[in-house]
Nanobody, 114 residues
């Protein structure tokens, strides 16, 4: 079992920045991928960024060059640095760990609005 706890969401103006954090506990030694997904009202949940156990990263085209996924293995924490935020980035952001099964955090709201 893996437990995930996100933090760092909030309200930010267009062009601003936020950093999301996801603290993990439990059977994290079996993790293969860690990632961030988001779901906007009326839309399906979509992959934003992910990082493999080996450190390779993938990003959605819509966030390339603006968002950066990283991890701190010592703290068992996953991060998503979001820069140059746009109103279309508004969504609930979820942390996801894959370890045989999918584990999800509770989600954190990010609202980009002036």
């Amino acid at each position: 079992q893996v437990q995930l706890a996100e933090s760092g969401g909030g309200l930010v103006q267009p062009g601003g920045s936020l950093r999301l954090s996801c603290a993990a506990s439990g059977s994290i030694f079996s993790i293969t991928y860690m990632g961030w997904y988001r779901q906007a009202p009326g839309k399906q949940r979509e992959l934003v960024a992910r990082i493999s156990r080996g450190g390779s990263t993938n990003y959605a085209d819509s966030v390339k060059g603006r968002f950066t996924i990283s991890r701190d293995n010592a703290k068992n924490t996953l991060y998503l640095q979001m820069n140059s935020l746009k109103p279309e980035d508004t969504a609930v952001y979820y942390c996801n760990y894959k370890a045989g099964s999918d584990y999800w955090g509770q989600g954190t709201q990010v609202t980009v609005s002036s």
